[in-house]
């Protein structure tokens, strides 16, 4: 990855590019218990081909258990969080990131100029890139953490 100022940056330098789908009619409990498997608070619904939604812990939350409904039959199309919100690997770290918090999302599919999945962008991932890759930000956080920075 390029150690380039965040400002700089494209969705492609810091996005997952092994991205782990669900199919739609899945079950809330095999999207819940997936999730737990591979350690991800969201999954998107469908295919590289064909993403026609995203199910997240919160949507399992307030959907299924919330409401009492039974997550053996439920499926996730039914609680997906519509409609699917995606940038682009060219595009800025920046832009991807205000359409994150224009629209109170942690976490974006990539999609390429065929609009297949070719990536995952979350709100975790920038931190870890900006944390490891960013000299300034980590001098500042070092020298907060010894009580040494104001």
């Given at each position: ?5 965040a ?34 608070g ?8 064909h ?47 205000d359409v ?51």
């Open positions: 990855m390029p150690d380039l100022p400002e700089h940056l494209r969705v492609a330098d810091v996005m997952a590019r092994d991205v782990e789908f669900i199919e739609p009619q899945a079950s809330a409990q095999a999207a819940a218990v997936l999730m737990g498997e591979i350690e991800v969201a999954l998107p619904v469908g295919s590289a081909a993403c026609v939604g995203i199910v997240t812990d919160r949507d399992l939350l307030y959907r299924v258990v919330a409401r009492g409904r039974d997550p053996t039959s439920v499926s996730v199309q039914d609680v997906a969080s519509r409609p699917v919100l995606s940038c682009a690997p060219d595009d800025t770290l920046r832009a991807a990131l994150m918090g224009a629209n109170y999302v942690r976490r974006l599919p990539v999609l390429d100029g065929n609009q297949r999945v070719v990536g995952w962008l979350t709100l975790a991932d920038v931190a870890r890139h900006l944390l490891v890759n960013d000299d300034a930000l980590q001098v500042s956080l070092r020298n907060r953490l010894e009580g040494t920075g104001r």
